[in-house]
């Protein structure tokens, strides 16, 4: 039943795939980057005990092949690791581990050629085995793409990579999953995602991780309207020939840095609960990680000191309490896409959790007053979240429904803030 009509002329229907007879599908991933397992300052059980009060159901972090073995053929796993394993895993939080980067004794190359390829995998049969069952994904490299973004050797170079690293993870991790990729906006745009889906990447991956970061696209085309579009226009391309292609955003954030590309604290808050919500249109983005979860410094025009969630001294950025109050409803309703429509910068995204209906609204360009309507609300108060305001919680404004004929209806001011309004009856 659709239990959402919007009294506004011109709108247009969210596209949506719908496959009949699908399983149900895992719950949205809401993730954060942490750079807490090579951090050993960092107050790791308070961190990750914050990002778990935000809701957070899975942490992602670096597992340095140099720190593995900083000299050939001597392995180990630093406490700090193990450490970072059991904080998440007592947290319900599910680990994210990147099997990357170089080490001094390969020159810190690439592992294309037998001499580094062959001890990189040993380190991720070492790793892989030390980690056990607590690592639910495993992200082959890093932004492998970061080099050259059109070349067709260094593409096919990495699907062989994954090829051999997968057939180890999973022969030491059954339970985890694989993403290959964690593809730039670069690589994204180059092409390097669709030569490794062509050269038959996911013979050996589970997924497909991306970085589509957008902040520094300019005027009209970083926000978080353009950016799902784009993401759109990817899925649609990707998953041509039929088979959907899962999609895992491991990096996504706009930084909140005074500057070029940057935005204030507030409009991050604002970004980032559009983003997540958007998210949620597209089927086969399976998961978002917000990066990342802490400030890496505090000089006000440095850009990569501005993306997290917290302060430095680990205070509560506006974008923390935002995601705090919304991430119950990324996590536990289901996009209704019959019930959602757009226009004129308006977006009125309707979600449901079986019994429970809510609308996300807001408008993008300037404020606008709207009307929205539902069914059986019997001349109650509108209950809203409102993101501009997350700490106060869903609660009664002064509007009311105007039940007085079918359906009801109510007045709402949007912004650039999402409201998240109750249409049905319930707590």
């Known amino acids: 039943m659709n239990f959402l009509r919007i009294a506004r002329k011109g709108l247009l229907l969210l596209p949506c795939v719908m496959v009949a007879g699908m399983a149900a599908a895992e719950p949205f991933i809401v993730g954060v980057a942490t750079h807490s397992m090579n951090n050993p300052d960092q107050p790791l059980q308070r961190s990750l005990a914050l990002a778990n009060d935000a809701g957070i159901t899975s942490v992602r972090d ?15 796993i630093i406490p700090q690791w193990r450490a970072w394993l059991t904080t998440a895993t007592a947290l319900h939080q599910t680990p994210m581990v990147i099997l990357g980067y170089g080490t001094s004794f390969t020159g810190n190359a690439k592992p294309r050629k037998p001499e580094v390829k062959i001890p990189y995998l040993k380190y991720v049969d070492y790793l892989t085995r030390q980690t056990g069952n607590p690592v639910k994904y495993y992200e082959v490299w890093n932004e492998w793409d970061i080099e050259s973004a059109t070349d067709t050797r260094l593409s096919n170079d990495y699907v062989a990579l994954v090829r051999d690293a997968a057939s ?9 999953k694989v993403l290959a990729g964690a593809v730039t906006s670069a690589g994204i745009k180059g092409g390097f995602v669709d ?16 970085h589509p970061y957008v902040h520094c696209e300019g005027r009209g085309r970083n926000t978080p309207e353009s950016w799902i579009n784009w993401m759109r226009e990817l899925d649609n391309r990707f998953s041509q020939g039929g088979r959907p292609v899962p ?27 559009r983003a997540y919500f958007l998210a949620r249109t597209v089927p086969n983005i399976k998961g978002m990680w917000w990066y990342d979860l802490i400030d890496d410094g505090t000089q006000p025009d440095e850009q990569e000191h501005h993306f997290g969630l917290l302060n430095v001294d680990l205070s509560p950025k506006p974008a923390y309490l935002v995601l705090k109050a919304i991430s119950p409803y990324l996590r536990g309703f289901d996009y209704d896409p019959l019930g959602s429509l757009q226009a004129d910068g308006v977006y009125k995204l309707a979600f449901s959790n079986g019994y429970e209906h809510i609308m996300v609204a807001w408008a993008s360009e300037r404020p606008r007053a709207e009307q929205i309507s539902s069914r059986a609300m019997e001349n109650a108060a509108l209950r809203v979240l409102d993101t501009q305001t997350p700490e106060k919680g869903m609660v009664d404004s002064e509007q009311r429904w105007q039940c007085s004929g079918d359906p009801c209806t109510a007045p709402i001011n949007l912004t650039e803030f999402p409201k998240i309004i109750r249409l049905s009856p319930g707590a």
């Not at 670096?62 to 180990?76: H, I, K, L, M, N």
């Open 62 to 76: 670096d597992a340095f092949w140099s720190t593995v073995e900083p000299e050939p053929g001597q392995s180990r």
């Open 168 to 176: 180890i993870i999973r022969k030491n991790s059954p339970q985890a």
């Open 195 to 210: 030569r490794i889906l062509a050269a038959g990447v996911l013979q050996y991956a589970d997924g497909i991780s991306l």
């Open 247 to 273: 999609l895992y955003l491991t990096e996504m954030s706009w930084p909140s840095h005074e500057g070029a590309c940057g935005i204030d604290n507030s409009r991050q808050a604002a970004y980032l609960a």
